[in-house]
DNA sequence: AATCTATTTAAATAAAATTTTAAATAGGTG
DNA sequence: CACCTATTTAAAATTTTATTTAAATAGATT
């Protein structure tokens, strides 16, 4: 909670492909599953740390729980980097 | 080499401290290494992981190696970052 | 040349993150 | 209610990452 969960959570790539793929919308945790080559419970593990970085939101329907993008966090990111001089990202 | 190793290299909070101490400048391994409670080995190793994923360069000099910035790797991010929707960051 | 200073490299160890396996939970369905 | 499906949790095993310790390198100083 906070920027270093942040960048930790972002520093895997599976982690960073579920985001890619909850852009189109929402998806229970067998979708998602599905997609990657991975266990339910490894994959359970991974969106218990989306989630605690609040970089992904859960709600249980039927005994599913879907899951959805919340791109919120992403701007305290874009402010830690652009004190490096953010210049070039205009366009 | 790329997205991912940035994203790996820093989402550690050292590293990323030591990028922002270089804002100001050029500094030598032992100055980084005394603005941080590290041993030289250690700092070593940091400083080389932070070289492999592009974000500092180095030089020699007398016996010194000094460390800077390098900021164009930061560009990539904003891409990776920007999929997500990037509207809010006009300011 | 001998030695000192700054830094890296290598190997061993320690710590942290991830995966696996098995069992638990919780809500539908027959 | 007994059972199936979807998912999580817990514990152990594995893998990855970071730190320590000791030794190596390279350039400066005497």
């Known amino acids: 909670m906070g920027l270093a969960?942040?960048?930790k959570v972002l520093s895997d790539p599976l982690r960073r492909n579920i985001l890619v793929c909850l852009k189109?919308?929402?998806?229970?945790?067998?979708?998602?599953?599905?997609?990657?080559n991975i266990t339910?419970?490894?994959?359970?593990?991974?969106?218990?740390l989306l989630k605690n970085a609040d970089l992904i939101m859960e709600y249980k329907l039927k005994n599913y729980?879907?899951?959805?993008?919340n791109t919120s966090v992403f701007d305290e990111l874009?402010?830690?980097?652009?004190q490096f001089g953010g210049e070039n990202n205009e366009k």
């Open 5 to 7: 969960d942040t960048f």
């Open 24 to 36: 189109e919308g929402k998806l229970t945790a067998g979708e998602i599953a599905d997609k990657f």
């Open 40 to 48: 339910p419970a490894a994959l359970s593990y991974h969106l218990k």
């Open 65 to 69: 729980i879907y899951y959805e993008l």
């Open 78 to 82: 874009i402010i830690w980097i652009n």
